[in-house]
């Protein structure tokens, strides 16, 4: 079975802070491996994806995600975190046929 | 280059109309996919359209819904007799085809259908 598990439903972390938000994947094959951040009342913005290549991929506003194969996990991590940073962020896997799987969303609280 | 275009951003039916909700892909992308959001929840795949042709439609209900991707203008996802439970936040992506493979999605600012 094709699927995307994001174990929390919330991470709390304090501003400056490094943050991980965690997401694990079931698929056969080669991944491809996607974060998209969402903000209250907006569409999904895509952040970072990997395909092929360096484990460690880098995308917008400072987040970065590492691939592990034989944890099958894609964790998407900042080194210092921001209040804007607060908001809903989904984990996505491409799957046979071209669809695609999200997990169930992991909310970001950045506090002061 | 614009981005994904949903229309309208914000939808009130009252139970047993229509509604209509359309999206426009980016510019060069031909493959689309609906989504459904409820609320404090995650995204739930309705169904894959390639121009002219749907792909996956496993994600939809069988009654009452309806999506199309004609070859001339947006892809339109379909409602009829709406009901409460239909009251939803429904996105739309777009992505482009690559040697057979979808990358990346890129999602529209999505429609909030309330059913009253």
């Known amino acids: 079975a094709q699927s995307v598990a994001q174990p929390e439903d919330q991470v709390n972390v304090a501003e400056g802070n490094p943050l991980t938000v965690k997401c694990t994947y079931s698929?056969?094959?080669?991944?491809?491996l996607f974060w998209y951040v969402q903000y209250p009342n907006r569409g999904l913005q895509f952040l970072l994806k990997?395909?092929?290549?360096?484990?460690l991929v880098k995308g917008s506003y400072g987040f970065e995600a590492e691939f592990n194969k034989s944890q099958t996990s894609f964790h998407l991590k900042k080194p210092s975190a921001l209040v804007s940073d607060s908001a809903l962020y989904f984990c996505?896997?491409?799957?046979?046929?071209?669809?695609?799987?999200f997990g169930s969303g992991t909310k970001l609280n950045v506090k002061p | 280059n614009a981005g994904v275009m949903q229309n309208p951003r914000h939808l009130v039916r009252r139970r047993g109309q229509e509604a209509r909700l359309r999206c426009s892909p980016m510019?060069?992308?031909?493959?689309v996919y609906w989504y459904r959001q409820l609320p404090e929840e995650g995204l739930k795949f309705m169904v894959y359209?390639?121009?002219?042709?749907?792909?996956?439609e496993s994600g939809m209900p069988k009654e009452r819904f309806s999506a199309e991707f004609p070859k001339e203008g947006p892809s339109i996802l379909r409602i009829q007799q709406v009901v409460r439970g239909d009251s939803a936040a429904y996105f739309c992506?777009?992505?482009?085809?690559?040697?057979?493979?979808?990358?990346?999605?890129?999602f529209g600012p999505g429609t909030r259908l309330l059913v009253l």
């Open positions: 698929v056969s094959g080669n991944p491809y």
């Open positions: 510019k060069g992308h031909s493959h």
């Open positions: 359209l390639q121009k002219e042709n749907i792909i996956d």
């Open positions: 996505a896997v491409r799957g046979n046929f071209n669809k695609f799987y």
């Open positions: 990997y395909i092929t290549g360096d484990n």
């Open positions: 992506a777009s992505s482009l085809e690559d040697r057979g493979i979808q990358e990346t999605q890129y």
